[in-house]
């Protein structure tokens, strides 16, 4: 999933989403069976993910946070450009809540780019998706 360290990571669309459909296929959801993959975009690599789920249902993983859990785990804190995002079904698989306060933590200006497997991909900006957002910048004015 590295880039190209010479060009970076890619920011094109279509690529970006056809890659999150991809990894899709490997998403653990025996309990849904609705399926995620995501795609993760900083200046320097990419990561995915996918849903994890559990037999405990409520400690299931999202496939956004599996792909941000990942890219902190190689040391990346972003920012977060971009998020691709593929779930089943026809309509656009727009993060969840949590996912969305997960995005903006590490990528306050971040494109996402939503879809499932018809029509036409949704393409936002995490601010829309999260008006008015709490996050660390908010935090560090209380914290003086
Ligand atoms: N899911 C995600 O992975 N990302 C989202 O943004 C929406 C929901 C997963 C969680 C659960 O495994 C399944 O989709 C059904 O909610």
Known sequence: MRPD???????DEADLLRRARDVRARAYAPYSQFHVGAIVVTPTAT???????????RMTTCAEQTAIARMVAEGDR?????????????????PCGACRQTIFEFGPDAVVYASGDAGH?????????????FGPHRLAQGQR
């Open 121 to 133: 991909p949704l393409v936002a900006r995490i601010t829309e998706l999260l008006p008015h957002g």
């Open 78 to 94: 972003g920012p977060i450009l971009a998020v691709a995002v593929v779930g089943d079904g026809a309509d656009p698989c727009t």
């Open 47 to 57: 990561y995915a993910g996918v849903n994890v789920e559990n037999a405990s249902y």
């Open 5 to 11: 360290p010479r060009v970076g990571p890619t920011h």
